[in-house]
C-alpha cells in the first residue's frame, strides 16, 4: 500500500514517524489481529495488556495524523491531555477484555461461547473502543476549534463545529476499520476451521495470514477515504462569528487520519 503524501503533516509540514504513517499503522494491526486470534490470549490479562498496547499505538496515531491547528502549550494542557489519553487507553484495553474474563469466570467454554465472545463480540466492541479513544485524544478540536479556510487556502476563522465534525468523521473511519478487520478473519477462520478446509497446522497458519493480509489491505484505504481528508462544511453549519468576514458558501479544513 503506498500513501506518497503520508510522511508529511499537511497542516504542519512536520515529518511524521515513519512507524505512524497509513503504512506502519498496517504493519502493527496486522500483528495485533493475528496475535489475538491465537488461541493463547484466551487469557483475559493477556487480552488486556495486547489491547492496551494496541490503543497506546492508536493513539499515538491519533494525535500525530490530527488536525495541527495551534493549540495552548501551557503545562496543564499537556498534563491534561496525557491524564485523558491515559485513562481511555486503559478504559479501553479493560473493557475490550471484559467478555473473555467473564466467559472464564463463569461460563462453560463450549465452541460457540467462544466463538461469540471473542470473536464476534470482541470486533464491535474493538471498533467502539478505538472510536472512543480517537474522541478523547482529539477532543481539544472540538473544544478550542479548528482553522477552516475558503476555496483559496485562506484561513477565515476557529470553527468548534469543525472540530467536531472532524473528529466523529475519523471516529466512525477507525471504528469501521478495526471493527470490520478483526470481525472478517475472525468468521473466516472459524468456518474453515468447522469445515476442516486447512489439513495441517501450517496451512491453517498460512490461510490465516492470507485473510487478516486480505482484509486489512482493503479496510485499511477504504476505512481512510471514507470521509475525504480535506473534509467540507457548509456555512449553515458554522458559527455566526466566522460567517461576518466572508460570503462563501463552502469552507474546508483538515479532518486528518
Known amino acids: 500500500i503506498l500513501f ?13 514517524p515513519v512507524f505512524f504513517r497509513p503504512p506502519g499503522h498496517f504493519l502493527f494491526h ?14 483475559a490479562y493477556s487480552l488486556s495488556f495486547l489491547q492496551f498496547v494496541f490503543h497506546t499505538y492508536n493513539t499515538g496515531f491519533t494525535l500525530l495524523n490530527g488536525n495541527g491547528t495551534t493549540k495552548s502549550e501551557e503545562d ?7 491524564l485523558l489519553s491515559l485513562g481511555a487507553i486503559s478504559y479501553a484495553a479493560c473493557l475490550g477484555a471484559f467478555p473473555v474474563f467473564f466467559m472464564n469466570r463463569y461460563t462453560a467454554k463450549s465452541p460457540l461461547t467462544e466463538l461469540v465472545v471473542r470473536k464476534l463480540l470482541h470486533a464491535p466492541l474493538l471498533g467502539l473502543m478505538s472510536a472512543f479513544t480517537v474522541a478523547v485524544a482529539r477532543s481539544p478540536e472540538f473544544e478550542n476549534g479548528i482553522e477552516v479556510m475558503d476555496r483559496n487556502g485562506q484561513v477565515v476563522g476557529i470553527s468548534k463545529k469543525a472540530g467536531e465534525k472532524a473528529v466523529r468523521e475519523t471516529a466512525l473511519s477507525r471504528a469501521a476499520l478495526f471493527g470490520t478487520g478483526f470481525f472478517l478473519p475472525a468468521v473466516l477462520m ?4 468447522r469445515v476442516n478446509f486447512a489439513k495441517t497446522p501450517r496451512a491453517f497458519a498460512s490461510m490465516r495470514m492470507m485473510m487478516i493480509t486480505g482484509v486489512l489491505t482493503v479496510m485499511l484505504p477504504v476505512s481512510l477515504s471514507i470521509f475525504p481528508q480535506c473534509g467540507e462544511i457548509t456555512r449553515a453549519d458554522l458559527e455566526p462569528e466566522i460567517l461576518s468576514s466572508t460570503e462563501e458558501t463552502v469552507f474546508f479544513y483538515n479532518r486528518g487520519i
Not at 506518497?4 to 511524521?16: L, Q, R
Not at 496486522?30 to 487469557?43: A, G, P
Open 4 to 16: 506518497p503524501k503520508s510522511s508529511v503533516h499537511p497542516d504542519t509540514d512536520k515529518i511524521i
Open 30 to 43: 496486522f500483528t495485533f489481529i493475528r496475535l489475538s486470534l491465537k488461541s493463547k490470549f484466551i487469557f
Open 76 to 82: 496543564s494542557f499537556q498534563q491534561k491531555q496525557v
Open 190 to 193: 472459524y468456518f474453515v476451521e
